[in-house]
Nanobody, 115 residues
Framework: QVQLVESGGGLVQPGGSLRLSCAAS????????MGWYRQAPETQRELVAT???????NYAESVKGRFTISRDSTNNSLWLQMNRLKPEDTAAYYC?????????WGRGTQVTVSS
């Protein structure tokens, strides 16, 4: 089993920045990829960014150039640096981890971008 806990969400003005954090615990030695997803009310969940154990990253086109995903393997932490935030970035953001035998989700942290 793997447990994921997100933090760092909040209310920010358009053009501002936030950094989300995800702390992983449990059988974390089995994780091969981690990432961030988001879901706004009454919309489909979408992938934001992923990072593999070898450091390879990929991003949704809507966030390229604005968001950066990073991982600290020593502390088993995942971050999402979000810059130049837009109102359409408003959503619940979820940490995701892919293991050898299953996938895991955090409970989410709310990001609201509004003036």
């Amino acid at each position: 089993q793997v447990q994921l806990v997100e933090s760092g969400g909040g209310l920010v003005q358009p053009g501002g920045s936030l950094r989300l954090s995800c702390a992983a615990s449990g059988s974390i030695f089995s994780l091969i990829r981690m990432g961030w997803y988001r879901q706004a009310p009454e919309t489909q969940r979408e992938l934001v960014a992923t990072i593999t154990n070898d450091g390879n990253t990929n991003y949704a086109e809507s966030v390229k150039g604005r968001f950066t995903i990073s991982r600290d393997s020593t502390n088993n932490s995942l971050w999402l640096q979000m810059n130049r935030l837009k109102p359409e970035d408003t959503a619940a953001y979820y940490c995701h981890a892919q293991g050898i035998t299953g996938a895991y989700w955090g409970r989410g942290t709310q990001v609201t971008v509004s003036s």
